[in-house]
Nanobody
Framework: QLQLVESGGGLVQPGGSLRLSCAAS????????IGWFRQAPGKEREAVGC????????YYVHSVKGRFTISRDNAKNTVYLQMNSLKPEDTAVYYCAACHCWDRGMSKKGRSWGQGTQVTVSS
């Protein structure tokens, strides 16, 4: 039910970097845990990682750990997904959503999804 808008996707070469943004409107994100998810064509949507109400409390799936970093800027009411060392298998539509986020996992709140932003990693 929260209004979140993803942006920042695009085409990038393998090994490159990209920063995605998740912006909230009409409410403050500082009291919410926010998760990032992705879905490749023909595949199930999967979790990527999340950030709690504290910007130093994060969780990542093994496939992105050490390459992706989630952070938040409360002044801008935005959560970011910094993606480094990108691989072709990172190609997907990326979504953000409010979630439960703890040190060993994450789960999405609600049932709806936004439009997402396309990330394509290709040479």
């Amino acid at each position: 039910q929260l209004q979140l808008v993803e942006s920042g996707g695009g085409l990038v070469q393998p090994g490159g970097s990209l920063r995605l943004s998740c912006a909230a409107s009409g409410f403050s994100l500082d009291g919410y845990a926010i998760g990032w998810f992705r879905q490749a064509p023909g595949k199930e949507r999967e979790a990527v990682g999340c950030i709690s109400s504290k910007d130093d409390s994060t969780y990542y799936v093994h496939s992105v750990k050490g390459r992706f970093t989630i952070s938040r800027d409360n002044a801008k009411n935005t959560v970011y997904l910094q993606m480094n060392s990108l691989k072709p298998e990172d190609t997907a539509v990326y979504y953000c959503a409010a979630c439960h986020c703890w040190d060993r996992g994450m789960s999405k709140k609600g049932r709806s999804w936004g439009q997402g932003t396309q990330v394509t990693v290709s040479s």
